[in-house]
């Protein structure tokens, strides 16, 4: 049997009201998923009172309930999976073509975690610019919207995502996978949505997450992160 035989992905997403948008990402991934690669699909539920838990059934995904709260919904998951390569997804996000055959690769020549470049679905120069960057390996670089990979077995070492973190999770979480080991940086591109800085104002939401990024940096813990981002950010 070869290598990439015994490697399967649970692709895990978590979601909150998301019946406009989780119906075209399972289409997609229903559409273009190799089923050598993807053992299931599972969507944690924070809770939604829209029809996301429905459409995720409709579309013949695992269904997942948890409390809200990523950092908590998709360490959930994680208990439901039983892949052997774990691969957060945003409900707005959209993975390349093939991507489950090179996450399968990556994992094979050795590169236990990872992620891919990511573009906005936004002609705006500066989400341009930002999506440009995510090229460059340097945890500065990262989030969640350019979706993430790793083994269980680096998962379990890493201890998962820390719960105390209602927003910045992906961010603390990556931080500490480039600490524990290489992180793989694939040259295809995700593409995600830019609602949030629709709603909000591109340059006002850029000037934000800097904000925060600055004041982690400076030693903020999380709930001073998370009081900044409610005050600020429309969600």
Same mark, same amino acid.
């Given at each position: 049997m070869h290598q990439n035989d015994s490697l399967k992905i649970s692709i895990i997403i978590p979601v909150l009201?998301?019946?406009?948008?989780?119906?075209?990402?399972?289409?997609?991934?229903?559409?273009?998923?190799?089923?050598?690669?993807?053992?299931?699909?599972i969507i944690v539920d924070g809770g939604s009172t829209d029809n996301t838990p429905a459409?995720?059934?409709?579309?013949?995904?695992?269904?997942?309930?948890?409390?809200?709260?990523?950092?908590?919904?998709?360490?959930?998951?994680?208990?439901?999976?039983t892949g052997s390569i774990? #691969?957060? *997804?945003?409900?707005?996000?959209?993975? %390349?073509?093939?991507?489950? @055959?090179?996450?399968?690769n990556a994992?094979?020549? $050795?590169?236990?975690?990872?992620?891919?470049?990511?573009k906005f679905d936004s002609n705006s120069w500066l989400l341009r610019a930002s999506g440009w960057l995510t090229r460059i390996n340097i945890?500065?670089?990262?989030?969640?919207?350019?979706?993430?990979?790793i083994t269980k077995k680096l998962w379990e070492r890493s201890e998962g995502y820390n719960e105390s973190y209602i927003i910045y999770?992906?961010?603390?979480?990556?931080?500490?996978? #480039?600490? *524990?080991?290489?992180?793989?940086?694939? %040259?295809?591109?995700?593409? @995600?949505?830019?609602?949030?800085?629709?709603?909000? $104002?591109?340059?006002?939401?850029?000037?934000?997450f800097g904000v925060i990024h600055f004041i982690k940096l400076m030693g903020a813990g999380p709930e001073r992160l998370y009081r900044y981002y409610k005050k600020n950010i429309l969600t």
């Open positions: 009201n998301e019946a406009e948008h989780i119906a075209h990402v399972l289409k997609y991934l229903n559409d273009i998923c190799n089923k050598d690669h993807v053992k299931e699909i459409i995720a059934k409709e579309f013949g995904a695992t269904l997942v309930h948890s409390e809200k709260g990523r950092a908590k919904q998709m360490n959930k998951g994680t208990k439901k999976a774990f #691969y957060f *997804l945003h409900a707005d996000t959209f993975p %390349p073509k093939d991507f489950d @055959t090179h996450i399968v994992v094979a020549f $050795g590169n236990p975690a990872g992620c891919f470049r990511m945890k500065v670089c990262r989030g969640g919207d350019q979706s993430l990979f999770e992906d961010t603390e979480f990556i931080g500490r996978l #480039y600490k *524990l080991g290489d992180f793989k940086v694939l %040259p295809q591109t995700v593409l @995600t949505s830019a609602r949030k800085y629709n709603k909000n $104002g591109t340059i006002r939401l850029q000037y934000h």
